[in-house]
């Protein structure tokens, strides 16, 4: 007799539960319902909006304004970025106008692209800066990324270190191709080491020949040989500083000194 008794309990439990939890359903839904409502309303109402944006011509595409290049006329500046008067401004890919741009124009190291409604885009350019040039069939400037820019000149630019004897990429001396051989990369990191530490004091550095990777030499005052050989640069130098201390780089006395040794030697004219 005791299991019939004890199978309708757990019925009458059972029942009780399916109630509470349909009770909590209930108040559940009728407490939800308003905020379901709200993002229902606020989806349309976005949906519309977007809707609107797509398709009217209020936010076509009309002024295209390129920054820090100086002035360029309407029709230039949309070739510039390819885009095309009346397309859709909301809809407008912002990353890839500034690839194409970038792939376009490599000696432009940032470039940034913003939309500004109505009817605007903003481009904000930022160029490549000069720190040497290299020396192929023509001098070529290049960045501090060895990174080449436009321009070249049968004549050395002004006040720019020449790096000589650079092997010339396989894709060829073109703007945007960075040289990428550890020559080269030796070479700029010479320069900016005698520049900030300033060993040649009232010379300048005009050029650095690495034609012959395993005895690089610099010159100074375009005139004086400085044989530093293809390691130790640190040291080389310090030698080379401590050497200077003791004596004048006078290019009407001296045709070259040679650090490669265990015994600096001066070589006169």
Same mark, same amino acid.
């Given at each position: 007799?005791?299991?019939?008794? @004890?199978?309708?309990s757990?019925?009458k439990?059972a029942a009780?539960?399916?109630?509470?939890?349909?009770?909590?359903?209930h @108040?559940?839904?009728f407490y939800s319902?308003p905020?379901?409502?709200?993002?229902t309303?606020?989806?349309?109402?976005?949906?519309?909006v977007v809707?609107?944006?797509?398709n009217s011509?209020?936010?076509?595409l009309?002024?295209?304004?390129? !920054?820090?290049?100086?002035?360029?006329? /309407?029709?230039?500046?949309?070739?510039?970025?390819e885009?095309?008067?009346?397309?859709?401004?909301?809809?407008?890919d912002?990353v890839?106008v500034? =690839?194409?741009i970038?792939?376009?124009?490599?000696e432009f190291?940032?470039?940034k692209?913003?939309?500004i409604?109505?009817?605007r885009?903003?481009i904000l !350019?930022?160029r490549?800066t000069?720190?040497?040039?290299v020396l192929?069939?023509?001098?070529?400037?290049i $960045?501090k990324d060895?990174v080449?820019l436009?321009g070249?000149?049968t004549? /050395?630019?002004?006040?720019?270190m020449?790096?000589e004897?650079? /092997?010339v /990429?396989r894709?060829?001396?073109a703007v945007g191709?960075? !040289?990428? $051989?550890?020559?080269? =990369?030796?070479?700029?990191?010479?320069?900016?080491v005698?520049?900030?530490?300033?060993?040649?004091r009232n010379h300048?550095?005009?050029k650095?020949?690495?034609?012959?990777? @395993?005895?690089?030499t610099?010159?100074?005052?375009? =005139?004086i040989?400085i044989r530093?050989g293809?390691?130790h640069?640190i040291?080389?130098?310090k030698i080379?500083?401590q050497? !200077?201390?003791s004596?004048p780089?006078d290019p009407e006395?001296i045709?070259?000194i040679?650090?490669?040794?265990?015994?600096?030697?001066?070589g006169?004219?």
């Amino acid at each position: 007799m005791a299991k019939p008794v @004890k199978t309708r309990s757990k019925r009458k439990f059972a029942a009780a539960g399916s109630m509470r939890w349909l009770s909590s359903l209930h @108040k559940a839904f009728f407490y939800s319902l308003p905020f379901v409502l709200s993002l229902t309303v606020l989806g349309v109402l976005f949906g519309g909006v977007v809707a609107y944006a797509v398709n009217s011509t209020t936010f076509q595409l009309q002024d295209v304004r390129i !920054l820090n290049i100086g002035s360029l006329t /309407p029709d230039q500046s949309f070739k510039f970025s390819e885009l095309r008067r009346g397309e859709n401004l909301i809809q407008l890919d912002l990353v890839g106008v500034q =690839q194409v741009i970038k792939r376009n124009h490599p000696e432009f190291k940032e470039v940034k692209v913003r939309r500004i409604l109505p009817n605007r885009v903003e481009i904000l !350019l930022k160029r490549r800066t000069p720190v040497a040039q290299v020396l192929f069939s023509r001098y070529i400037q290049i $960045d501090k990324d060895l990174v080449m820019l436009p321009g070249s000149s049968t004549t /050395p630019f002004r006040n720019l270190m020449v790096i000589e004897g650079a /092997p010339v /990429p396989r894709s060829g001396a073109a703007v945007g191709v960075t !040289l990428s $051989d550890s020559t080269s =990369q030796k070479a700029l990191r010479l320069m900016e080491v005698i520049r900030h530490s300033n060993i040649l004091r009232n010379h300048v550095l005009t050029k650095i020949d690495i034609g012959d990777p @395993k005895n690089i030499t610099l010159v100074a005052d375009h =005139q004086i040989e400085i044989r530093i050989g293809n390691n130790h640069f640190i040291e080389r130098l310090k030698i080379l500083d401590q050497t !200077l201390k003791s004596l004048p780089l006078d290019p009407e006395k001296i045709r070259y000194i040679d650090l490669r040794f265990d015994d600096v030697v001066v070589g006169p004219k």
